[in-house]
Every structure is written in C-alpha cells, then in structure tokens.
C-alpha cells in the first residue's frame, strides 16, 4: 500500500473539520448524557414546569408503608411526605452531583405549611428511614439535607414543579396533618410519580399494586384521587375499567 502524503493526510482532517458528520462517534457517550437534575425539560416545559428527580426505588420497594395512620403516626407521617416534598423541589440544579439542600424551619414553614414541631417530627421520621441525612446546623438555623436514592440517575422518577424556585407550594399548605385522607392523597401522588408518565403526564395507576405498596385499601386509594383533583396534583382520563383495578390519571405539576 503506498503511503499517503503528508500534504493528503491534511486534507482529509480539513474535510473532517467542515464535515463534522465524519468524525468518529465520542468513545464515552456516557460524559454527553444530560444531567438528569433540575432542569426545564421538553416535558416539564409542555406540563407547565421543571422537573426534578424523585428518589423512586424506596417508593417501588413499599417504603410509603411504613407511614402510618394509627392514632399517634398520622401527624408525623404527614409531616414526613410534607417535607419530602419539599426536599425534593428545593434540589439546586448546579453541578454534577447532588448538593446538599439548605433550608431552614422558617422557609420550610413558609414552601409547606408544617409548624417547627412538625418539621421536626417529620425530619426524624425521614431520618429513621434512612430517606434523608442531614448534617450540623449552620448559621441562621439552616440544615443541609441529603435525599438518598438519587444514584443511579436511571433509579430515579421524575417530579414536576408548576412554580418559581423557593414559591410557596399551595397544594402542600392544604394538606394538613389532621386528616387520614390527606395521608392517602400524597402516598397516592408519590406512587403516581414513582411509576413514571408518558410526556402528558399520564399514568395508568394499578389500584390493586398501590394498595401493596402504600399498605392502604383499594377504596381509600380511589378516593385519594377526588382531594388530588380538588388542588390540582392530578386529573382522571377517561373512564374507568369496569373493575376498577386500572385507573389513567395525569399528575398535574406540584403548586
């Protein structure tokens, strides 16, 4: 084979470069893959929000049954998801890895409605859970959170916020702590985050493997979708089956 000019050799690179379609492919394709945090996806943007990522595989493995309803668990059960919620949207989209979330009492206060008592119950349950970690107190009374289950980013669902960063959320306030009801509703709308949607946000909720998972009734499941409804979480498609074990809902932008 004869060999090739060094004058040729050039021109072939000069092609490449106004021809970029014959540059080889990356040899890492992984380095190119979007970062999977905070963002304003094409979904999110068509839903009306940014998507955040939800730790799922706790959701999918029964995880929601270990908050109660007895007498002496409602309150802080509720409290819990409260301010799981609220960890989940506060995510900082900056940088690769998960950065620690800062918040305060006051400004979980104001983004959940929970009063410190309950901010502090609920931040115990978590921990007890191994849901979140936390470390010292910083300087205005501010704790940096953890979310555990946000790696691999392929485990993680996605949760999308209808509101400014750091915007009070009305559908949280509304959820009070008082109400078995409002326990049911937000298992309910983890599982419909945790089981993925199609771009519209639809679901098809499996009733019969939500009751499994959240260790609540098929009823109270159905019936957790009419408070969704009313501020805004989630919408039914559709009829339901005649058995009602499958039910299409879209998940509404958490406000």
């Known amino acids: 084979m004869p060999v090739r000019l060094g004058c040729e050799a050039r021109r072939d690179a000069d092609d490449r470069m106004m021809h970029p379609e014959l540059l080889p ?7 190119a893959r979007p970062d999977r945090r905070t963002a304003v996806t094409p979904a999110g943007r068509a839903r009306g929000g940014r998507v955040v990522p939800l730790p799922a595989e706790w959701i999918r493995a029964g995880g929601l049954r270990a908050f109660r309803a007895d007498a002496g668990y409602l309150g802080r059960s509720i409290a819990a998801l409260k301010l799981y919620l609220t960890l989940v949207v506060s995510q900082d989209a900056a940088g690769s890895d998960p950065a620690p979330i800062l918040l305060s009492y ?3 206060a104001a983004l959940s409605g929970l009063s410190d008592p309950l901010i502090c119950a609920g931040k115990k349950a978590l921990l007890d859970q191994g849901l979140v970690t936390t470390c010292d107190d910083r300087s ?10 946000l790696r691999p980013w392929d485990a993680a669902a996605c949760l999308v ?5 750091g915007a009070p959320m009305t559908a949280l306030h509304r959820l009070t702590c008082r109400k078995t009801p409002n326990l049911a509703a937000l298992k309910t709308y983890l599982v419909l985050c945790a089981c993925g949607s199609d771009p519209d946000g639809i679901v098809s909720l499996d009733v019969d493997r939500a009751s499994v998972l959240t260790r609540t009734s098929h009823v109270k499941i159905i019936a957790a979708l009419a408070p969704l409804q009313e501020i805004g979480l989630a919408e039914p498609v559709g009829t339901p089956s005649r058995l009602g074990e499958h039910r299409r809902v879209r998940v509404l932008p958490l406000r």
């Open 161 to 165: 916020l209808g509101l400014p960063f």
């Open 25 to 31: 492919p990356p040899r890492n394709p992984a380095r």
């Open 106 to 108: 006051e400004r979980i």
């Open 140 to 149: 205005g009374g501010t704790i940096a959170y953890q979310l555990a289950g």
